[in-house]
């Protein structure tokens, strides 16, 4: 499978526990985003990558959200002492320019439920 | 406010006829639109892109139009089919200029297509 790949796909965690899920990109793709699915609305933002560097952080990434792409290839969202508010799909997508026709790809998302 | 909001909301039609869903948007400088299908549970898949400068692009029985000047999209779908319920969703990339200004793709809330046979 050469799509974008995330682990696990499904989470279920006790408030107050830490949580991290794993996204592994397309390969040849430099750039990486993670967003956040609420039931009924769209993806929000969250951050963003250009290989190892992160570039942008949305105000929606309070501080016990942490993101990391050490290598510029697969990257990791860390959600410390989870709140039932963090219940949402996370995606991740990849693209390799998000010039004018480029297409960000998606995973299939990581189902986080804090209970 | 949304920046890019997009209707109705949720639609129900029978199988075989044609819808638009509709989507405007607020952003600027934009680089290009999409449209994405999601089915419950999974993660979105492009059905169409366009630029500032196209005007309507197809993809099967899928058809998106773009009006810059108005900042308007519409998607057209004809002939649906049962597996064509799904949330449908506008995705505008801009500059967000949070921290080192970037294009970001940004997601309307979608709409709910339910297709009844």
């Known amino acids: 499978d050469t799509g974008v790949s995330q682990n696990p796909r499904h989470k279920i965690t006790k408030r107050g526990q830490n949580v991290t899920f794993r996204c592994d990109p397309i390969?040849?793709?430099?750039?990486l985003y993670w967003y956040r699915q609420t039931l009924g609305q769209g993806p929000e933002f969250l951050t963003y990558f250009q290989n190892e560097a992160q570039l942008e952080k949305s105000r929606l990434l309070s501080d016990r959200f942490s993101a990391e792409r050490p290598k510029g290839s697969f990257s990791t969202l860390e959600i410390q002492r989870t709140e039932q508010g963090d219940s949402a799909m996370y995606l991740c997508?990849?693209?390799?320019?998000?010039?004018?026709?480029?297409?960000?790809?998606f995973g299939q998302g990581t189902r986080l439920t804090v209970v | 406010k949304n920046q890019v909001e997009q209707s109705p909301q949720s639609l129900i039609i029978l199988e075989g006829k044609n819808c638009t869903l509709q989507c405007n948007y607020t952003v600027s400088p934009f680089s290009n639109l999409r449209w994405y299908k999601q089915d419950t549970g999974r993660g979105p898949v492009s059905l169409t892109i366009?630029?500032?400068?196209?005007n309507t692009k197809s993809n099967g029985r899928y058809t998106a139009t773009l009006d810059a000047d108005t900042k308007q999209s519409s998607l057209h779908i004809t002939a649906s089919q049962l597996s064509d319920s799904a949330s449908y969703i506008c995705?505008?990339?801009?500059?967000?200029?949070?921290?080192?200004?970037?294009?970001?793709?940004?997601f309307g809330r979608g709409t709910s297509l339910i297709v009844h046979p």
């Open positions: 995705v505008v990339t801009y500059l967000i200029r949070l921290s080192g200004g970037s294009y970001i793709p940004t």
């Open positions: 366009m630029t500032f400068s196209e």
């Open positions: 997508a990849s693209s390799l320019d998000l010039t004018a026709g480029t297409e960000a790809f």
């Open positions: 390969s040849e793709h430099n750039r």
